[in-house]
């Protein structure tokens, strides 16, 4: 019997690229067929355009064309969660882009790795970052410095999500039973063996990417607070620099009152009351931003919800 492969497409407004992608993706799977059994599976993540109905056209024609459609945006990492529930019956999973970005060509080369060379995954790590804004650049250096610098699981910057996995993997993935999820935290935590692909950076075929700098903001927060709780530990930082100042100003203060100026209390009191006050405020807000996350974990509510699909029947 052949292996099956099932490739997931997360798609959030993409109508314009979509023809362009599944071209060229057709034409790589179409090459494979003799080997596997392959199915795309696209995960249209409440895209506001035409999105779904080009994915429909496509399943019309195309049986081997699945669709899962969401009743809002859930963003890319619910689009991908969604798309793996799904195919893990496939002996392989992959996961692409649907702006053209990831090389379909590559497809090809990844399951060559992990069909026949013994690797769990095979996975694409950006050589560069030509094509991208250079505030984007900047920004994601430094978050993976800092990530890198407080947590255990290392989290690479050039790590891409456009990979193929053994079953075995996805599983490991899907037990992962966090609503906040950070893929690439996620994929490295699982471990496995792991094929690197060095895979050029390209532009986007057509449309526009959808991060703006809030959603990087808010990504790199969720990587760094899901995959470490080194910052709960600032407080002791902070309380260690705290007692030191409070040392400093009473031995200042002492000083001076001996030496007869008496007024110079009023100033380091005030310093010391302000500095306590800040750091307390800052060291709840870590506080708060971890309870926030144990509050949406604890409500367990579920990650995405399906409109439409035609992989139930
Ligand atoms: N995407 C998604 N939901 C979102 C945002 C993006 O499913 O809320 C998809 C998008 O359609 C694309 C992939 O995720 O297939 C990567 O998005 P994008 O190209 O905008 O990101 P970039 O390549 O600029 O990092
Ligand atoms: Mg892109």
């Excluded at 984007?136 to 407080?150: D, H, Q, T």
Aim: some cysteine.
């Amino acid at each position: 019997m052949k292996k099956s492969l099932a490739l997931i497409v997360p798609c959030y407004n993409e109508q314009e690229v979509l023809p362009l992608f599944y071209e060229e993706t057709g034409k790589v799977l179409q090459k494979l067929s003799a080997g596997f059994q392959t199915e795309l599976v696209f995960v249209n993540d409440g895209s506001a355009d035409n999105t779904l109905n080009v994915l429909k056209q496509f399943a019309e024609k195309d049986p081997s064309v699945k669709y899962i459609s969401f009743s809002r945006n859930f963003g890319k990492e619910s689009a991908m969660l969604a798309g793996m529930e799904y195919a893990v019956h496939a002996d392989y999973v992959g996961i692409i882009d649907a702006d053209l970005q990831h090389s379909p060509d590559l497809i090809t080369e990844m399951l060559y790795y992990v069909d026949q060379e013994g690797y769990d995954v095979a996975a694409a790590k950006r050589e560069d970052r030509a094509g991208e804004a250079k505030l984007k650049s900047a920004l994601s250096e430094g978050f993976y410095k800092v990530i890198n610098r407080v947590s255990d699981t290392k989290i690479s910057d050039s790590a891409q999500d456009f990979r193929i996995m053994k079953r075995k993997v996805v599983e490991a993935v899907l037990a992962m039973p966090e609503r906040i999820r950070f893929s690439k935290g996620i994929f490295s935590w699982v471990g496995f063996n792991v094929k690197w692909i060095a895979h050029e950076n390209r532009e986007r075929a057509a449309g526009e990417t959808k991060w703006s700098i809030r959603k990087l903001f808010r990504y790199a927060f969720d990587g760094i607070l899901s995959f470490t709780d080194s910052p709960l530990r600032l407080s002791f930082l902070f309380s260690a620099i705290g007692a030191f100042l409070t040392l400093f100003c009473l031995v200042y203060a002492l000083v001076r009152t001996i030496i007869g100026e008496y007024n110079a209390l009023i100033p380091v009191i005030l310093a010391a009351v302000f500095g306590v006050g800040a750091v307390i405020l800052f060291v709840l807000g870590v506080f708060g931003e971890y309870l926030a996350r144990i509050y949406t974990e604890a409500k367990g509510r579920p990650q995405y919800v399906v409109s439409e699909t035609n992989t139930r029947s």
